[in-house]
């Protein structure tokens, strides 16, 4: 039973359109996360959320949009996609470990194309 | 910002052979750093997750975090091909809710 899980895992869309990217956890964390991964890139923070109501703007946020409406539940969304946010997209929930100790768990992640 | 880079970019290593990964990251100030297993079309699996100088195993992984140096190291003992994968190191900014990647070094273990 996956705890983080992303849906879709697939998605192609078209220049112009609009495109959300859904991601749900079980871990009962208060932060969760997005990135996108692309060759030569590693993995890239685009937003991220430290509770209900909550977004931040990650490294590269330009473009896109978040939204956490419950503690289970945070969403990317592409308002107007463009072929440059073809990529995979992951995402994680996270929680302290004590002190400054920390750690991040991540979805399987979704692969998306802008045609 | 954190800057996180990782050599080599590719490593090929017989089976059971050791193999080191290496992460280098410019604030010596963080204190999260942990190594990643990606493989090919999956999400990424925890190996490893250090706080403090010196080493931490976990089973076959061991992580050894220089900050004085700025670099956190990966050692593979006995590798299998299962191993093959992408690994990435992260390390935390001075906010240790986000973690910075490097873009990971492509492992190859041959039988």
């Given at each position: 039973?996956?705890?983080?899980?992303?849906?879709?895992?697939?998605?192609?869309?078209?220049?112009?359109?609009?495109?959300?990217?859904?991601?749900?956890q079980?871990?009962?964390?208060?932060?969760?996360?997005?990135?996108?991964?692309?060759?030569?890139?590693?993995?890239?923070?685009?937003?991220?959320?430290?509770?209900?109501?909550?977004?931040?703007?990650?490294?590269?946020?330009d473009?896109?949009?978040?939204?956490?409406?419950?503690?289970?539940?945070?969403?990317l969304?592409?308002?107007?996609?463009?072929?440059?946010q073809?990529?995979?997209?992951?995402?994680?929930?996270?929680?302290?470990?004590?002190?400054?100790?920390?750690?991040?768990?991540?979805?399987?992640?979704?692969?998306?194309?802008?045609? | 910002?954190?800057?996180?880079?990782?050599?080599?970019?590719s490593?090929?290593?017989?089976?059971?052979?050791?193999?080191?990964?290496?992460?280098?990251?410019?604030?010596?100030?963080?204190?999260?750093?942990?190594?990643?297993?990606?493989?090919?079309?999956?999400?990424?699996?925890?190996?490893?997750?250090?706080?403090?100088?010196?080493?931490?195993?976990?089973?076959?992984?061991?992580?050894?975090l220089?900050?004085?140096?700025?670099?956190?190291?990966?050692?593979?003992?006995?590798?299998?091909?299962?191993?093959s994968?992408?690994?990435?190191?992260?390390?935390?900014?001075?906010?240790?809710n986000?973690?910075?990647?490097?873009?990971?070094?492509?492992?190859?273990?041959?039988?």
């Amino acid at each position: 039973e996956a705890a983080v899980t992303q849906s879709p895992r697939n998605k192609v869309a078209v220049t112009g359109g609009k495109v959300t990217l859904s991601c749900n956890q079980t871990n009962n964390h208060n932060n969760m996360y997005w990135y996108r991964q692309d060759t030569g890139h590693g993995l890239r923070l685009i937003h991220y959320s430290y509770g209900v109501g909550s977004t931040e703007k990650g490294d590269i946020p330009d473009g896109y949009k978040a939204s956490r409406p419950s503690q289970e539940n945070f969403s990317l969304i592409l308002e107007l996609a463009t072929p440059s946010q073809t990529s995979v997209y992951f995402c994680a929930s996270g929680d302290a470990l004590g002190g400054s100790s920390y750690e991040q768990y991540f979805g399987p992640g979704t692969r998306l194309t802008v045609l | 910002q954190q800057k996180v880079q990782q050599s080599p970019e590719s490593l090929t290593v017989s089976e059971g052979a050791m193999a080191s990964l290496n992460c280098t990251f410019s604030d010596r100030s963080s204190d999260n750093f942990r190594w990643y297993r990606q493989h090919s079309g999956k999400g990424l699996e925890v190996l490893v997750s250090i706080f403090s100088d010196g080493e931490k195993e976990e089973g076959s992984f061991t992580a050894h975090l220089n900050r004085a140096s700025l670099h956190v190291f990966l050692h593979i003992r006995e590798p299998q091909p299962s191993d093959s994968a992408l690994y990435l190191c992260a390390v935390s900014g001075t906010n240790y809710n986000v973690l910075y990647f490097g873009s990971g070094t492509k492992l190859t273990v041959e039988p």
